[in-house]
């Protein structure tokens, strides 16, 4: 079966550098959320996406913005980076409609140096 | 606000005991739902079960079950003869019912770092 697909999995990056993730969710999905896991922390929500439309925002920094396309994947851009944003970052998707449980992404683990 | 605790920051049995990992939670709402992840040494969050407020049946799959107790609210996860493979961080989470106006995000518990030691 389809499931979220991250890319990439893997991004190291300089500090003040920007970076975008990418989520693609499973088909007829229509709800993104984005999470920030910092090292042996819990996940955290950053921001929430429903039919392309913002939903729900968390503890998302000024410097990160994301949003939900047409075709329904999803972006997070993160720009004036800090070492404190080295994390792994995950997407979910889930069906409101079909009131399905979030599935994750693999994750895309960000070095910031 | 909504909140999870997983007191138990660490456990380390031996193969083949049982494990019993603990959740409490809060919440003002009538209507939530009880999730397990599985996060393995691989990083990526498996779902294993979620659980709507108003179902307080426990549910077994294979050798893991869970016994939801809304009294206490509490919603433990229970491992019968652990295998090494199941070494992983488990987390607990905790979201409002999903509506059709929105979504509804989780939030975690700490974790529980399970070793299976041979």
């Known amino acids: 079966a389809a499931g979220v697909i991250q890319s990439p999995r893997h991004l190291i990056k300089e500090k003040r550098e920007t970076a975008t993730l990418k989520c693609y969710p499973i088909?007829?999905?229509?709800?993104v959320y984005w999470y920030q896991q910092g090292p042996g922390q819990d996940p955290q929500f950053l921001i929430s996406?429903?039919?392309?439309?913002?939903?729900d925002k968390g503890s998302i920094p000024d410097r990160f913005s994301a949003q939900q396309f047409s075709d329904y994947h999803s972006e997070l851009n993160m720009s004036s980076l800090e070492l404190g944003d080295s994390a792994l970052y995950f997407c979910a998707t889930a069906g409101q409609r079909m009131n399905t449980e979030a599935f994750f992404g693999q994750g895309t683990r960000l070095t910031v140096v | 606000a909504q909140k999870v605790t997983q007191a138990q920051t660490e456990i380390s049995v031996v193969e083949k005991e049982d494990v019993t990992l603990d959740c409490v939670y809060e919440?003002?709402?009538?209507?939530?739902?009880l999730f397990w992840y599985k996060q393995p040494p691989s990083g990526e969050l498996v779902f294993l079960i979620r659980r709507n407020s108003f179902d307080e049946q426990n549910e077994i799959s294979g050798r893991y079950s869970w016994n939801f107790q809304k009294s206490t609210s509490s919603f433990n996860f229970t491992i019968t003869a652990s295998q090494v493979v199941d070494s992983a961080v488990y987390f607990c989470a905790l979201s409002d019912r999903p509506s059709i106006q929105g979504a509804q995000k989780l939030v975690f518990g700490q974790g529980t770092r399970l070793t299976i030691n041979p």
């Open positions: 919440t003002r709402d009538t209507t939530y739902y």
């Open positions: 088909p007829r999905h229509d709800t």
């Open positions: 996406f429903y039919e392309k439309m913002q939903s």
